[in-house]
């Protein structure tokens, strides 16, 4: 018999009619044949309500008591679900964590799950019964409860439906589906029919609330369509599959981030191990950090900026005033006042000049960029969080989001291809939420150039790349970063072969633009480590880090992604980064 997984969020169970509307649905679901398991969160904000008695009692509550108290929000619901279909007539039984047999790890307030054990669910489906999950929760090798980060119940059920060999997974929620951005913030943002899970897996860790990025980790690594609809209108919603919705478009959603702050280590001088300094202190104190962009260096010092949430900002501070001490840099400086805007695309990965059309886009509108990071599906730029709101709409604008593609969505392909060696892969791994590394790259074939002082106004990086590409001139990476206060840097990566024409190119912009000057490598070498978890399992980049640190090979470039970790370094230390980085990630190859 078919199995379907069907998830409903907070605001779809706050009140007693909300969870009868959705006891119905799950009841239809059943009458048409199916086995049932219903995941439920936390009634309406009850979940912050807990949070916030926890505060008023104790403002530092012990992480395992934050976990015993955050699962009760979930038991409620639960019951109440389950006396709800025996009301409309029909069997369900409910089950916490534990009786569901999910393991996760000890890590109290952001648990992984390791393995779920099914035979007591497939008891119960078996019965005849819907059986009713209860999301956000799973216990430790010694039983303590644990939750696995806020959002967590799309993991449960993702995962749920994993194991389970579920033939659908809805998520239901309060929105139709995936929009192209929140609708929240832009109300002519379009409804997706489907999304692929590298981008969902994009916009959602760049801001995008709709989907607990780890349930699309889930997702993709063992190929469940994950469908998320509403839960109060019969709309067909958006399928999150392996395909985008268009094969033609580069960009096919934005995000918003509000509340970054921006934090730059500056004059550490030039040599290995600086980003290791710096980013394990943060990783030491689970502070996750978000854009990272290291100048090539001037002068033999480098400066290396980086974005964390702004209410880690403290704490990420004093790692920053104490790599400063340990690496004899010049100092520390900070905005917590910016935001980041992200495009995300599929398409970008085979489209050239998607990042000018961006710096297009928002010099027309006079809004300056702070900080610029691109990677193979997405590209982030830092502005003042006061153009936050103008920023995301003209890229939405600028990109035509909200007009639909003209093309069919191509037909997604499930199982993905490979998808059970990937299952074999993971049946190997220690858990089921762990890492995965698919690949270790080594490219030999870029150089990179730096545009140094460049003047801090809108729409230097859109001359700057326009005149570059108008010269026929591929680029692949760039960032742009504040090395002064009103004067930025920006470097970029194209091919060797084209290094001196790009030089000499932007020279020409020297009178218009007013930059100091022009430096370049004529031979790098791109490291790159690509797989499932890479940001959600914080550290991975730190490791990259430590491992080039102990070969003693210097970064120049950095970029980050859900999908890949970038590193540019000198181009004679290629094969030794290489091999630095297959002995460290070895043991988590597929
Ligand atoms: P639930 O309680 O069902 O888990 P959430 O509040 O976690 O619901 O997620 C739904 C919310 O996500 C929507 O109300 C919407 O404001 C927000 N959201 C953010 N980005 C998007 C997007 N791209 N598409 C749809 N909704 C989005
Ligand atoms: N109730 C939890 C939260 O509010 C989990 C969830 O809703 O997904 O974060
Ligand atoms: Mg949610």
């Known amino acids: 018999m078919p199995l379907i997984v069907q998830k409903f969020g907070g605001t779809s169970v706050a009140d007693s009619q909300k969870i009868l509307a959705a006891a119905r649905k799950a009841i239809r679901a059943k009458n048409e044949g199916n086995q049932v398991v219903v995941v439920v969160s936390a009634m309406g904000k009850n979940t912050d309500a807990l949070i916030q008695l926890a505060g008023e009692i104790n403002p530092r509550p012990p ?49 992984r799950i390791h393995s779920i054990d099914t035979d007591r669910m497939r008891r119960a489906l078996d019965d005849g019964n819907i059986v009713i999950a209860a999301g956000f929760q799973g216990v430790d090798d010694n039983l303590n409860i644990t939750t696995l980060g806020r959002g967590g119940s799309d993991t449960t059920a993702v995962a749920l439906a994993a194991v389970l060999g579920a033939d659908a997974c809805e998520i239901n929620t309060d929105v139709d589906g995936v929009y192209t951005t929140d609708p929240r913030l832009l109300p002519e943002a379009r409804l997706m029919k489907q999304v692929s899970y590298d981008e969902m897996l994009e916009l959602a860790s760049l801001g995008a609330g709709v989907m607990h990025s780890r349930a699309i980790e889930f997702g993709k690594k063992f190929s469940v369509p994950i469908h998320v609809r ?12 392996d395909q985008p919705e268009s094969s033609e478009r580069a960009v ?41 962009v290291q100048n090539v260096s001037a002068d033999g010092r480098t400066d290396v900026s980086f974005t964390v ?34 495009v995300v695309g599929l398409g970008m990965a085979r489209q050239t000049g998607v990042a000018r059309q961006l710096f297009d886009q928002l010099a027309a509108e006079g809004i300056n960029v702070l900080m610029i990071s691109t990677s193979e599906i997405k590209i982030s730029v830092l502005v003042d969080r006061e153009e936050a709101a103008r920023t995301l709409r003209t890229a939405h604008q600028g990109f035509e989001l909200d007009k639909p593609p003209t093309e069919p969505p191509p037909q997604a392909t499930l199982p993905a291809k490979g998808a059970k060696d990937v299952a074999d892969v993971v049946a190997r791994l220690h858990g089921m939420e762990d890492l995965l590394i698919d690949g270790i790259s080594l490219d030999e074939t870029q150089a990179t150039v730096t545009v140094c002082g460049v003047p801090d106004q809108p729409g230097v990086a859109d001359r700057v790349f326009n005149e570059v590409a108008d010269a026929g001139i591929f680029v692949d990476m760039i960032v742009q970063s504040f090395s002064r206060r009103d004067s930025a840097d920006i470097t970029f990566s194209v091919p060797r072969a084209d290094v001196e024409k790009s030089v000499a190119t932007v020279e020409r912009l020297r009178s218009t633009i007013g930059f100091e000057r022009v430096t370049h490598l004529p031979s790098v070498a791109k490291l790159s480590v690509a797989g499932i978890g890479l940001r959600s399992h914080g550290g991975i980049a730190v490791r990259v ?14 970029n980050t992604s859900e999908m890949q970790i970038n590193v540019v370094i000198d181009g004679e230390a290629g094969s030794r980064g290489l091999a630095a980085l297959q002995k460290q990630f070895g043991d988590m190859r597929a």
């Open 63 to 111: 992480a395992r008591e934050m976990d015993m108290l955050l699962s009760t929000g979930e038991q409620v619901s639960v019951a109440l679900m389950a006396m709800a279909i025996e009301q409309l007539g029909h069997r369900a039984i409910s089950m916490t964590g534990l009786q569901m047999g999910i393991k996760t790890d000890s890590t109290h307030t952001k648990a």
């Open 230 to 241: 509403s839960s109060f209108a019969d709309m067909p919603g958006t399928m999150i599959v």
């Open 252 to 292: 096919s959603g934005a995000a918003l981030v509000r509340n970054e702050a921006l934090i730059t280590v500056e004059g550490a001088p030039d040599v290995p191990g600086v980003c290791h300094t710096i980013f394990s202190k943060l990783a030491a104190r689970s502070i996750p950090v978000d854009m990272i």
């Open 309 to 342: 949430l702004e209410n880690e900002l403290v704490p990420a501070l004093e790692c920053a005033d104490e790599s400063v001490v340990e690496l004899g840099a010049a100092g520390v400086r900070h905005d917590a006042q910016v935001a980041k805007a992200s």
């Open 545 to 558: 880090f430590k491992a080039l640190a102990d070969e003693d090979i210097n970064i120049a470039m950095i």
